[in-house]
Nanobody, 121 residues
């Protein structure tokens, strides 16, 4: 069984910073892409940033420059450093990882439970 455990969400004033973490554990052979999504009430779940195993990254236009995604492969952990936060960044942030298992070469996508980020003005 694979578990994704998130941490780092909270309440911050506009202009502040937060760092989200998501650690994967369980039956893991390899992790390819690790991705952060976010969803505000009434909205769809949108991609924020993604990073593949080799380190290449991709960002939503709305967070470029302000956010940085990184990973620690030894810890099976992905991070999202969020700087210069704006009220429109308020959302539930979800971690997603593409993971293969020790008994199979197939990759499957797993979700974390989400962590609330609230930015006040």
């Amino acid at each position: 069984q694979v578990q994704l455990v998130e941490s780092g969400g909270g309440l911050v004033q506009a202009g502040g910073s937060l760092r989200l973490s998501c650690a994967a554990s369980g039956n893991i052979l390899k992790i390819n892409a690790m991705t952060w999504y976010r969803q505000a009430p009434g909205n769809q779940r949108d991609l924020v940033a993604t990073i593949i195993s080799g380190g290449s990254t991709n960002y939503a236009d709305s967070v470029k420059v302000r956010f940085t995604i990184s990973r620690d492969n030894a810890k099976n952990t992905v991070y999202l450093q969020m700087n210069s936060l704006k009220p429109e960044d308020t959302a539930v942030y979800y971690c997603n990882a593409a993971i293969s298992h020790k008994s199979s070469g197939n990759y499957y996508r797993y979700w974390g439970q989400g962590t609330q980020v609230t930015v006040s003005s």
